[in-house]
């Protein structure tokens, strides 16, 4: 694996496969590629692989199990358990890359993705502009920057002046920033957003010691356990995955009467709308690790939407005001890919990939996307497919 000190010896008339983000999807990809005989070059802008994954908040575990969570080519240690620490990811993409002898060139971001007209000397291609003035020409270009690449906070009124006259006891930060509840202790926290991220953030807070606890909630969320009798529900994502979505809304509403407490007077009703029906919106229903008991025993208010800051307090969309001394925002991340490839015309309106896997956009083959869809059946599963199907396709068009 090569480091930063060694990166200029990426030369661009080699012409191999590009490969942008040196985290799962692009490991996978790479290793797919490799495997095929087609030379593919990772291109990660930190210091090492994995660099979101290292970024995350403590006490995270995948939601997804230690067997369909491993990457083509290597499958993760039993040692690490059923779920999967945020630690142990790590140490798997470090020994994955390691394993696989894999050509990784760190400390280089590509800033932007151009297509080399077909007239040009070696024949058509791409050319990827990175930092140091590099141009950089291959074959072909997977991208695989992650779903979780640029943090997002709302353009609430009033954002930039919340907290610059409350001294360091008033506080907004992304939920990105997060790390553990001891910066916490005996502080009053809203955590803004109850996806999977901000669910686990509210608990942690409450279980490590947190003076007290509100979840601010837009949407109510479709909330399911993250194992019942041992049956894990990434297999029920699977065998959803390719039904028909009006058949598991309809399968869904019931199961979740059975098997979860009614929490409507905590301020969480059931959701109104179909939890795969949510799921092709882009909303993965919340794991449960601990929320359910927390809203039930009330160590976890829910509160309405976050409408704005004004005066040193936080307005709700129901009309009230509070004071917390810390906002945690969990609202998410943007793709961030519009200056990287949006004057391609590959984005759809909300910045994301018109297509994504073995499939090319019409009008930029060679160009390919993994890793920015949020499937149900589990992330690193879906990740490793694509980057089968991505190496297969590409090795069939590009490949020697």
């Known amino acids: 694996m090569a480091d930063s000190d060694t990166r200029t010896a990426v030369q661009p008339s080699d012409r191999p496969v590009y490969v942008v983000g040196g985290g799962p999807g692009g490991l996978a990809t790479a290793y797919a590629l490799r495997a095929r005989g087609v030379r593919a070059v990772v291109l990660e802008r930190s ?3 994995g660099a979101s994954w290292r970024r995350h908040y403590d006490r995270l575990h995948l939601h997804t199990t ?11 240690p039993r040692r690490f358990g ?3 620490s945020r630690d142990d990811v790590v140490r798997y993409l470090e020994k994955y890359a390691e394993h696989h002898d894999l050509e990784i060139v760190t400390g280089v971001e590509v800033s932007r993705i151009e297509r080399v007209p077909d007239g040009s000397a070696d024949g058509p291609g791409w050319l990827l502009r990175a930092t140091g003035g590099r141009e950089l020409t ?9 779903y979780n690449h640029t943090p997002r906070i709302p353009d609430w009124p009033g954002r930039t002046e919340y907290g610059r006259d409350e001294g360091e006891h008033r506080e907004l930060v992304h939920a990105s920033a997060y790390r553990n509840p001891g910066p916490y202790a005996g502080r009053d926290v809203l955590v803004v957003g109850v996806g999977n991220t901000g669910a686990e953030i509210a608990v942690d807070l409450v279980e490590g010691g947190a003076g007290r606890v509100r979840l601010s909630v837009r949407t109510v969320p479709h909330i399911v356990r993250r ?4 049956w894990a529900a990434q297999y029920t994502g699977v065998l959803c995955r ?5 058949l598991v809304d309809r399968l869904a509403g019931p199961l979740a009467k059975v098997s979860l407490p009614d929490l409507s007077a905590q301020g969480l009703p059931r959701p109104d709308t179909g939890l795969y029906s949510r799921v092709r919106e882009g909303a993965i229903p919340v794991q449960d690790v601990g929320l359910i008991d927390a809203v039930r025993t009330g160590r976890v208010e829910i509160v309405a939407a976050v409408e704005g800051f004004e005066d040193g307090k936080v307005v709700l969309a129901d ?7 810390a906002v945690i925002a969990a609202t998410g991340y943007s793709r961030g890919l519009e200056d990287l490839v949006g004057h391609l015309g590959v984005l759809d309106s909300r910045g994301k990939p018109v297509v994504h896997g073995p499939r090319t956009p ?6 390919y996307f993994t890793g920015f869809t949020n499937p149900i059946s589990g992330m690193l599963r879906e990740l490793a497919i694509d980057a089968e199907r991505i190496a297969k396709a590409i090795a069939a068009k590009h490949g020697a």
């Open 47 to 49: 210091e090492g692989v």
């Open 138 to 146: 291959g074959s072909a270009v997977v991208v695989a920057t992650g």
């Open 242 to 246: 390719r039904l028909p979505v009006a």
């Open 362 to 367: 019409a009008d930029a083959p060679g160009l």
């Open 66 to 76: 230690r067997r369909l969570s491993a990457l083509p080519g290597l499958p993760m």
């Open 82 to 84: 059923r779920w999967v």
């Open 227 to 230: 194992s019942t009798a041992g």
């Open 319 to 325: 009309g009230s005001r509070i004071a917390p001394d």
